[in-house]
């Protein structure tokens, strides 16, 4: 519906101009009518509003230590294990992907659905109907190489970037068929994370529509993050904390950390990867603002809101600790 777009829209410019002049309560308060009217919008009404939470809990209620467990920890392969970078939406993702995307080595995937479509090539592949995550058991070894050759059609010698944020929870799956795969966690102060997920003008999907609400959005935060950190101990995959505060910071010094953990060397093309996004297509909301290269202006903004923020404080506590950042800042 072309009118609630734009209706949305101009709330949301509203909202980022308000922000831009230090009018805090405005801008809150149009970013506020930017997510109603999305709420009340014949794209939201008939979504289920649950199924963010129950995909959380299936993963993780089936990928557990004890499942993982009985699983082969690697499979002969001449190609390198994809590289899998995920953190909540918001966290400098995109960001990190266009950094590393510069690498000559690196083919960058701009949250192509390549997980997903590895489970729907199951069923022809296990030879049943198979329905993802819960029969993930009728994933013999032997059929493992076939799932791993229909993930990487698109690959052509390059280290694959996979990123999207949400293959959280998905990275069970990903355990069984990649054990060697290599996982970047991307972090950001849960509270920048939560208000810039409430503040965006996201186009509508069972994830997106938990942040029409700083409630709802906190509690998808919590659900997801508390999955990531369990499989960041459970599924022994090979991984790799950065945070976007540092990535701001130290462009270099991160990357190079990134980047040796992937087992690649600096070039200096990552330097200039604002210029390289340039011509690429980046079909995330952040496109406008990885092309302006880095900038520091999105640190810390919580503080700007802390009042508006204050009914989901609680909550973010233990992750604002879990992760690292100072909770009185």
């Known amino acids: 519906d072309l009118g609630y777009e734009l209706a949305a829209s101009r709330y949301f410019e509203m909202g980022t101009n308000f922000d831009r002049l230090g009018r805090y309560s405005e801008a809150w308060s149009a970013y506020a009518r930017c997510n109603g009217v999305h709420d009340r919008s014949d794209v939201a009404r008939p979504m289920d509003r649950d199924a963010f939470f129950a995909d959380i809990r299936n993963a993780q209620n089936i990928f557990t230590a004890d499942r993982v467990s009985r699983w082969p920890t690697n499979f002969p392969d001449d190609q390198p294990a994809p590289v899998f970078l995920v953190g909540f939406p918001r966290s400098g993702t995109t960001l990190t992907e266009q950094i590393l995307a510069a690498h000559p080595a690196v083919l960058a995937t701009d949250e192509r659905e390549l997980v997903r479509g590895m489970a729907q090539a199951a069923s022809s592949i296990t030879g049943r109907n198979f329905a993802y995550p819960q029969d993930i058991d009728a994933i013999e070894d032997h059929h493992i190489p076939a799932l791993r050759q229909v993930y990487r059609e698109a690959v052509r010698g390059r280290l ?16 069984r068929v990649f054990p060697d795969a290599k996982v970047l966690i991307a972090l950001r102060d849960p509270r920048d994370v939560c208000l810039s997920a409430f503040c965006q003008n996201f186009r509508l999907n069972t994830a997106m529509i938990q942040f029409l609400t700083i409630e709802r959005t906190a509690e998808a935060y919590c659900a997801a993050m508390g999955l990531l950190l369990s499989f960041e101990q459970g599924l022994g995959l090979q991984t790799l904390r950065f945070r ?46 990885v092309a302006s290269g880095l900038y520091t202006r999105a640190l810390g903004r919580h503080g700007n809101y802390a009042a508006q923020l204050a009914p989901v404080a609680a909550d973010l506590a233990p992750f604002v600790r879990e992760l690292g950042y100072d909770a009185g800042r």
């Open 160 to 175: 694959l970037l996979d990123k999207l944020p949400l293959n959280i929870v998905h990275l069970g799956f990903i355990r």
């Open 244 to 289: 976007y505060e540092d990535v701001v910071a130290d462009l270099r010094g991160e990357a190079t950390r990134i980047l040796t953990f992937l087992g690649l060397d600096w070039t200096d093309e990552v330097q200039s990867f604002a210029e390289k996004s340039a011509g690429r297509t980046i079909s995330t909301p952040s496109a406008r603002d």
